[in-house]
């Protein structure tokens, strides 16, 4: 890149920024392996920064097992991501000193990728605009080809992208911050009630203690512990904090699913709530929450199930809102195809809520409706096509957006918390052929979408999931001619004129 075309996209990069904050940062996912066999190898690219995802083939050296982490800048571009097994940058080339992560047996044996859900995690350093931390771990007891076994360290890895041309470094790797028996993966995160620093938590396998760490932006303190619920051992299965941060779940299948309450002013959890879970047959589980936090989704191999997390009883809420349907993921060199079954389960920039559908399968099946109690969430089985077969494959991203609770007295002077004032709105293509995406700055609560026509009559109402950046809209039915959009949050109103030709 020249030095003027260096300055123009800095300059882009950073009047996107005054408009959209960090819009961008979650944007990117990965999957796929072994690009060196050609298709139905490779890897997919999904984007989402035009709304619905972008769904590409690449051919890349990186191979995808579980593990996935990664983070984009405020336009959407890859800075970097991993595999659990080293860091690659946006040349898609080995990160200036990022191989040789969570070194040991584990990573002897699976360079072509973690096969640890949830096993590396990144977040940028508070008040750092070119710093970023990864947590990570492996299965250092690892003694037979399985994901689960025991993490005897728990990692962080710096990188500073204002090094080596903008592709970055890594200043310290494999730094631990804990030295116990943990399980692998299951690394989540929250931010801290002032908005500016970062919780992240993890688990002490074989008893009911989780482990606290507080990011700020001096030092990473900690750990703090607490018991808390049942006491769990080592598995897969996914750990979340809800998009407003105030509950966090934990499922493996073995020892069913957790729910608790969380303080984002002292990382106390409480009101622990167990659900034993059936096995069906499947060790690939997962689970997520819906962007409203007011629904939970175990994807349990055969079943999704619900739990309503507003319920006076959280556990005689849950509901089968889906049944696997028998489809068969077919695709050329596999005629026989894989099923597509439901496996590890991710909120997407988008507001649905996406499953995978197992090893070596083209497909996912989405939540639509993710914030709807009841069937009418819409899990739509196999919906999404890849570019290439995956391995149960999904990023691990907290709610990068999450801003101050003014609850908490901790609550800094200064920072941010998500506010109408200053919300972008734009819709693309525009004109249209009735088929458009209407992108705007994260909002913390739910809104409304209202077209109108020309006349002033309201022609489509729809519901704008919290937390999400996009909303899709489709007008195919309708006339050609003008019509305006009104999104509608509690606070504050955007409206635009669209053009559908």
Aim: proline share 5%; with cysteine; aromatic share 12%.
């Amino acid at each position: 890149m020249s030095k003027k075309a260096l300055i123009i996209s800095t300059i882009l990069v950073l009047m996107y920024n005054l408009h959209y904050g960090q819009q961008g940062i979650n944007n990117n996912w990965l999957m796929g392996y072994s690009s060196w066999g050609g298709s139905p190898f490779g890897q997919t690219r999904m984007n989402f920064f035009n709304g619905a995802p972008t769904i590409s083939y690449d051919s890349l050296e990186m191979d995808f097992n579980h593990t996935h982490a990664n983070i984009s800048d405020a336009i959407g571009n890859m800075m970097f991501y991993t595999n659990g097994y080293y860091l690659a940058d946006a040349t898609n080339d080995t990160m200036q000193n990022g191989s040789g992560l969570s070194p040991g047996a584990y990573a002897n044996a699976f360079s072509d990728g973690f096969g640890i859900p949830q096993g590396a995690l990144i977040i940028p350093k508070p008040n750092s605009s070119n710093l970023y931390y990864l947590f990570h771990n492996s299965a250092d007891g690892y003694s037979q080809p399985i994901p689960n076994s025991i993490s005897y360290n728990f990692y962080v890895t710096t990188i500073d992208m204002n090094v080596n041309g903008g592709l970055g470094t890594v200043l310290s790797k494999n730094v631990s911050l804990l030295t116990d028996s943990m399980n692998p993966g299951k690394i989540a995160a929250t931010k801290h009630a002032n908005g500016r620093d970062w919780w992240v938590m993890i688990h002490r396998v074989n008893t009911n203690k989780f482990y606290k760490f507080l990011v700020t932006p001096n030092v990473i303190l900690g750990p703090y512990s607490q018991n808390i619920g049942v006491i769990r051992g080592d598995g897969a299965g996914q750990a979340w904090f809800s998009p407003d941060g105030k509950k966090y779940a934990y499922y493996y299948v073995n020892d069913g699913l957790d729910i608790f309450d969380f303080d984002r002013c002292t990382a106390t959890l409480s009101n622990a709530v167990h659900v034993n879970m059936p096995f069906e047959n499947g060790y690939n589980v997962g689970m997520a929450i819906s962007p409203g936090s007011n629904a939970l989704y175990v994807s349990n191999t055969q079943h999704v199930y619900q739990f309503d997390l507003t319920a006076a009883n959280i556990a005689a809420s849950q509901l089968t809102v889906a049944t696997y349907d028998s489809f068969v993921s077919v695709f050329p060199g596999f005629p026989n195809g894989f099923a597509t079954l439901f496996g590890l389960s991710a909120l997407a920039p988008d507001g649905k809520i996406y499953i995978t559908t197992g090893n070596s399968t083209i497909h996912m099946h989405t939540i639509d409706n993710p914030d709807v109690i009841g069937l009418g969430c819409n899990v739509n089985q196999h919906s999404v096509q890849l570019q290439s077969v995956y391995f149960n494959t999904l990023p691990n991203h907290p709610n990068y957006f999450l801003g101050c609770d003014t609850t908490c007295t901790t609550c800094l002077v200064g920072v941010p918390s998500l506010t109408p004032e200053g919300v972008m709105l734009r819709a693309s293509p525009n004109p249209n052929n009735g088929n458009f995406t209407l992108q705007f700055n994260v909002q913390s609560t739910a809104g409304e979408l209202e077209i109108y026509d020309v006349m002033g009559k309201m022609v489509m109402r729809n519901y704008v999931a919290p937390w999400s950046q996009y909303k899709r809209v489709d007008i195919t039915q309708l006339k050609k001619g003008i019509y305006f959009c009104k999104l509608k949050w509690k606070h504050t109103e955007q409206s635009l004129k669209v053009i559908k030709e």
